[in-house]
């Protein structure tokens, strides 16, 4: 029986409707839409968290990522560096240290946000091959986070080299990709993009921008032009490595599964969702699955409407690849595999998720979801009113009152929120109006 090779890519504040294949209204997604017209696309389809480090945590344990200290930060920002709580711990078994163990070769190409160095590193938790920046957010030429120098490592150590930052991520992806085939070697590629998350930069800027380096937020840039760009240059360089995978003979029986971190920000497309980035409305933690795997799923081409978050494809990888976690790792993922094999199949899969932002608790059940912002309690109905613009909590108290024990007795079981947890707003009302 041949080993499956995986390519898990996670875009970086993509919304739901950004895609062709989502509804998106400008041609921007090619080889995307490609993947989900010859693969399986997911409507239902979550991230663990409405902001990026968090659900990184999800993807790489398997594992709600209220039980890691680190995730608490929403998100991780570089007031974490030189705390040894604050990370990713190298003693957690982990989506790549699991596949190593198995006999995998695992490379991390892309950001990486889950901790710094000393205490914390891709090759710390099962990583054997490392290329890209360690912190939240970069600028695409100057490669730097919060100082002038180039926030990006090689193998562990400190490292640059000219370009644009999506290119040379993929470029390096193409390369991995080649690389297995030639080693005849099972590989799991974890193919971050750090796009299209601030600053706003695309491949016609040609280099470094001083302004842009000085303060990578960029608050005064951007348009939806220059985002769509961003995401075009980044499927192009998904594109590059699906041919890598044709040339070398190793498309058909490699699962690739692509997503985002969380939902979309100030110039997403996220219709007809509302909120986005660190909201627990539906758009900021709805977001695309694309899985494309010739040779495991049966019915491409097909959509499901399976509920699913970040979590259960690492659950889903690691039941492909026959990599169990130890006993003592028990895993909150549900694996998707059934799915995979027939897109019609369908499961209840509760799923819960809290913010500190704005005391933000929500509980997806079916057609039915809880939510709480600050002190104000909803119920919606997402399958008739995805918008979640007509609360039924009036209506339906007692589905209101058992949703909301539901979510209470999820809650007991894990670590309360640290009184000490960082809440980090890239912009405020002060910077532009409500979305």
């Known amino acids: 029986m041949t080993t499956t090779n995986f390519i898990f890519i996670v875009a970086d504040d993509l919304g739901y409707a950004d895609l062709g294949c989502y509804g998106g209204r400008a041609p921007i997604s090619p080889h995307l839409d490609a993947l989900a017209a010859n693969g399986l696309k997911?409507?239902?389809?979550?991230?663990?968290?409405?902001?990026?480090?968090p659900t990184r945590f999800a993807l790489m344990t398997g594992r709600y990522q209220y039980w890691v200290r680190g995730a608490s930060e929403e998100p991780m920002s570089g007031s974490a560096r030189g705390n040894p709580e604050?990370?990713?711990?190298?003693?957690l078994p982990t989506l790549p240290s699991l596949l190593k163990e198995k006999g995998y070769h695992?490379?991390?190409?892309?950001?990486?946000?889950l901790g710094y160095r000393p205490h914390f590193g891709p090759e710390k938790s099962g990583y054997m091959h490392h290329f890209g920046p360690m912190s939240g957010g970069v600028s695409y030429y100057g490669h730097n986070a919060r100082s002038d120098q180039s926030d990006l490592e090689l193998d562990g150590q400190p490292y640059d080299e000219p370009g644009y930052l999506t290119d040379l991520i993929s470029k390096r992806a193409v390369q991995y990709v080649k690389d297995r085939a030639a080693a005849k070697q099972a590989f799991m590629l974890s193919l971050h993009y750090?796009?299209?998350h601030w600053p706003w930069e695309t491949r016609a800027q040609g280099g470094i921008d001083p302004a842009i380096c000085k303060d990578i937020a960029h608050l005064d840039g951007g348009n939806i032009e220059t985002y769509q760009t961003m995401i075009q240059e980044m499927d192009e360089g998904i594109g590059w490595v699906v041919e890598a995978l044709r040339e070398t003979g190793q498309l058909e029986n490699t699962c690739i599964v692509f997503t985002s971190d969380n939902g979309g920000e100030r110039f997403s497309d996220n219709w007809p969702l509302v909120g986005g980035k660190m909201d627990l409305t539906e758009g900021?933690?709805?977001v695309p699955y694309i899985v494309h795997w010739p040779k495991g799923i049966t019915q491409p081409g097909r959509t499901s409407t399976q509920h699913c978050m970040t979590m259960d494809w690492t659950a889903t990888i690691l039941?492909?690849?026959?990599?169990?976690?130890p006993a003592s790792h028990a895993l909150d993922g549900v694996s998707m595999r059934p799915v995979l094999q027939d897109p019609a199949a369908h499961f209840e899969r509760p799923m819960y998720w809290r913010m500190k932002h704005n005391n933000q608790r929500a509980l997806r059940l079916g057609e039915w979801k809880y939510l709480?912002?600050?002190?104000?309690?909803?119920?919606?109905?997402?399958?008739?009113?995805?918008?979640?613009?007509?609360?039924?909590a009036k209506r339906e108290p007692q589905r209101l009152a058992d949703m909301r024990s539901q979510y209470e007795a999820w809650a007991a079981q894990v670590p309360e929120v640290p009184e000490d947890a960082r809440v980090?707003?890239?912009?405020t009302l002060a910077d532009m109006p409500a979305r």
Do not use: M
Request: proline share 8%.
């Open 319 to 325: 039941d492909i690849a026959g990599a169990p976690p």
């Open 86 to 91: 604050l990370g990713l711990f190298p003693h």
């Open 424 to 427: 980090s707003l890239i912009y």
């Open 194 to 196: 750090t796009a299209p």
């Open 42 to 53: 997911f409507v239902n389809g979550y991230s663990n968290s409405p902001v990026c480090s």
């Open 372 to 392: 709480q912002v600050e002190q104000h309690e909803y119920l919606f109905n997402i399958e008739r009113d995805a918008r979640e613009r007509a609360n039924q």
């Open 284 to 286: 900021g933690i709805r």
């Open 106 to 113: 695992t490379a991390l190409i892309g950001k990486w946000h």
